[in-house]
């Protein structure tokens, strides 16, 4: 019966280059110090040959000692120096890779299929492989992450979480433009809200073009067709498409309204009148219709006319538009 290792565990292990039947051994070692084979097959209910196989890598991988005996016995080597020494060895390993494909990264196409150096647009085809490509993508994020959000969405927001998660403990700063219509989108309003509680900065604007993520101003991914989003992509490379797409992102991200936690609740909830005008001044700068914003505050036409009596009165408005024009200027300044 083989032993059946958790999550965490499976992790280490994998890391460690070690399996689970041979971490049970090690710990019954530590547990039982001097075992002989035969106390290890009768201790852990596996086969004899199955047992000296592992005794024998454990003591390859210098996890365990064994005296000089007819009958041999074994003893575990401390885990503080013996796991100690698998991690400094792994970790060497990891940057003998890093090195490797950093001059794999330098290679050029040779003779003919060289068109001016590195090849700054990727066509990613196949589900499996844009996949995989997304997953390398985002675990290569050093500094920051920028998105471009809008909908329809292919897969669940659950997932879009779980794949930001790792970067979090990273301390990866990541922004993101939502589309406004991300707001009538089923789970989208309460998916702003899950990023914004880990510490992700969000802003809605009107009209986001497209979907895509840049990785440190060095990489994007950008999906070719917004429905089918999972089946194919461009992969971007330092270039002038590249500059271009990281301009665009700022130039909107200067114009897109802020967003926080608490300015996506519920403007009934006890909050002061400035506060709730203040949202309001937001909405109105970023070009939202009033339909979308009663919608977007959860409030009734009725109080919604209210407050923008209210607000053309401390923007010193006399319609509509100028309000929503003062609104626009006011944010601009600050910006700036």
């Known amino acids: ?20 039947d041979e971490l049970r051994i090690y710990e019954g070692l530590l547990e039982h110090p001097g075992s002989t084979a035969l106390d290890v097959v009768v201790a852990s209910d596996l086969s004899a040959g199955h047992v000296r196989r592992l005794l024998a890598d454990l003591e ?6 064994r005296s000089p005996e007819r009958v041999a016995r074994y ?45 700054s647009v990727e066509l990613i085809t196949g589900r499996d492989a844009l996949t995989r490509v997304i997953g390398q993508f ?6 920051e992450i920028l998105e471009f959000d809008r909908p329809p969405y292919v897969n669940s927001f659950e997932s879009h979480t779980t794949m930001h998660k790792p970067m979090r403990s990273r301390n990866v700063v990541c922004r993101t433009i939502c589309d406004t219509t991300k ?5 989208g309003e309460q998916n702003i809200q899950d990023c914004l509680a880990t510490g992700e900065e ?16 060095r990489m994007a991914l950008v999906p070719l067709h917004l429905k089918t989003a999972n089946d194919s992509g461009l992969l971007l490379r330092p270039s002038l498409l590249l500059d271009t797409l990281c301009a665009h992102f700022d130039m909107l991200w200067q114009h897109a309204a802020p967003v926080s936690a608490d300015g996506l609740a519920d403007g009934s909830d006890g909050r002061s009148e400035s506060a709730e005008l203040e949202q309001l001044i937001a909405l109105l700068a970023n070009g939202l219709k009033d339909k979308a914003i009663a919608s977007r505050l959860k409030i009734s036409a009725r109080t919604y006319e209210r407050r923008i009596s209210l607000l053309q009165k401390k923007l010193k408005a006399n319609t509509r538009f100028q309000a929503g024009w003062n609104a626009a200027m006011r944010a601009a300044r600050r910006q700036k």
């Open 1 to 20: 019966m083989q032993y059946q290792a958790n999550r965490a565990e499976t992790d280490a292990l994998r890391a460690l280059d070690m399996r689970a």
């Open 138 to 143: 985002y675990e290569n994020a050093k500094h």
């Open 202 to 217: 969000q802003r809605l604007y009107e009209g986001v073009p497209i979907k895509a993520a840049i990785i440190d101003r």
């Open 60 to 65: 390859t991988k210098g996890l365990l000692t």
């Open 183 to 187: 707001l009538d989108w089923p789970g």
């Open 75 to 119: 003893h575990a080597v401390a885990p503080e120096l013996a796991l100690g020494a698998l991690v400094a060895l792994r970790q060497s390993g990891l940057q003998a890779a890093l090195g490797l494909a950093d001059r794999l990264a330098k290679i050029k196409p040779l003779g003919n299929h060289n068109h001016g150096g590195e090849l």
